[in-house]
Nanobody, 124 residues
């Protein structure tokens, strides 16, 4: 059974940093595109970043570009999101997700496996 478990969320002040982690079990990440998404109250879940299996290709939503860094460690079956320069508008539940394909997309419907999420709250 595939399981993705996020951790690392919390409450920080604007300008602060957090590092989210996502651990996979029952599933080999090495051939899959992985992504981070987030959902703020009353809003749709939106794509934040994705990373190819080879770790050499990454993409970011414009809202986080230059502040967030996605990375992965296939040997550890883990995905990470380093978040710097956090803003109040980054407040949301953050989810990691995995595709069954090596190709990446920002469309959330294309991701088959999802974690339960970790809450990030940024105060001004």
């Amino acid at each position: 059974q595939v399981q993705l478990v996020e951790s690392g969320g919390g409450s920080v002040q604007a300008g602060g940093s957090l590092r989210l982690s996502c651990a996979a079990s029952g599933y080999s990440l090495s051939l899959s595109c992985m992504g981070w998404f987030r959902q703020a109250p009353g809003k749709e879940r939106e794509w934040v970043a994705w990373i190819y299996p080879t770790r050499t290709i990454t993409r970011y939503a414009d809202s986080v570009k230059g502040r967030f860094t996605i990375s992965r460690d296939n040997a550890k079956k883990s995905l990470y999101l380093q978040m710097d320069g956090l803003k109040p508008e980054d407040t949301a539940m953050y989810y990691c997700a995995a595709r069954e394909s090596a190709d990446c997309t920002p469309r959330r419907t294309e991701y088959k496996y999802w974690g339960q999420g970790t809450q990030v709250t940024v105060s001004s």
